[in-house]
């Protein structure tokens, strides 16, 4: 199975809190706060992933950062049996051990987003932590595949009272205390993720939050079937980082 991807990166800070990775054909493309850089990789199908370092606070880029090589870390490896449940089991276990390692150096809170879409052997799994975006295209069909975690979300789920002059950003890595008067409540344990069959003429495109700012599910339409997704890209008004990864499914 062959697969197009183009990708997409802005930011108007010296270093971006966005980090991409995309993994596939015995090779690794990742930004870091050197650029993007290439190196070699084992064939463990293919892996996308964003990272986008929460803004307010200190270390946001190093929490991205560090999220991308973990998962680079993990496809060297495999992930073995290949499931969605696997994945978010190996993503708790880092979790947790970068946390206590948090605590015990007395570091400051750091967390990011995270999206993650790793496709092997016709079989797609994807995990969404924050209000990034994972849309899927059958067709002319448009399917949101992950649900942006909103405080209305999790209010919805029952997983707190909502207070809508509250904004909610959901951390992986995070230390053990929370700042007065928080722009963002954290949240360790609650994330989505799933699994899917991949069919052939299939698009995906994976999204920083800056998108959801700019762009409608009609857009979002337009930009799947866009030659160069770069071009309606930068004709937006952005004020933030952005990152896109858009695959295609070949034949």
Not at 147 to 162: K, P, S
Not at 170 to 179: D, E, N, T, V
Request: hydrophobic content about 40%.
């Amino acid at each position: 199975m062959k697969t197009n991807v183009q990708h997409f990166w802005f930011t108007e800070r010296s270093i971006s809190a966005d980090r991409y990775l995309i993994a596939r054909n015995g090779s690794v493309i990742f930004n870091s706060s050197i650029g993007e850089e290439h190196r070699p990789a084992n064939k463990n199908g293919e892996l996308f992933v964003i990272a986008d370092g929460m803004s307010g606070l200190k270390n946001d880029r190093l929490a991205a950062e560090v999220a991308s090589q973990l998962m680079m870390a993990l496809y060297q490896r495999g992930l073995k049996p290949f499931a969605a449940d696997s994945l978010k089991e190996r993503i708790h276990t880092a979790h947790y051990e970068l946390r206590n390692r948090l605590n015990e150096k007395g570091l400051p809170i750091m967390g990011c987003s995270l999206l993650i879409l790793w496709i092997q052997n016709h079989t797609a799994i994807w995990l969404s932590l924050g209000n990034g975006l994972i849309y899927r295209t059958q067709g002319n069909q448009l399917q949101r595949i992950n649900v942006e975690h909103t405080l209305q979300e999790f209010a919805r789920r029952n997983w707190f009272e909502a207070n809508d002059s509250r904004k909610l950003a959901q951390a992986w890595i995070f230390g053990s205390k929370i700042p007065q008067n928080a722009q963002h409540i954290y949240l360790e344990l609650n994330l989505d993720y799933g699994t899917f069959p991949v069919q052939p003429g299939e698009r995906y495109l994976l999204a920083s939050d800056e998108l959801n700012v700019h762009l409608q599910p009609s857009h979002i339409q337009q930009l799947m079937s866009a030659h160069d997704i770069s071009a309606p890209l930068k004709s937006l008004s952005l004020k933030d980082d952005l990152t896109v990864l858009r695959i295609e499914i070949g034949s």
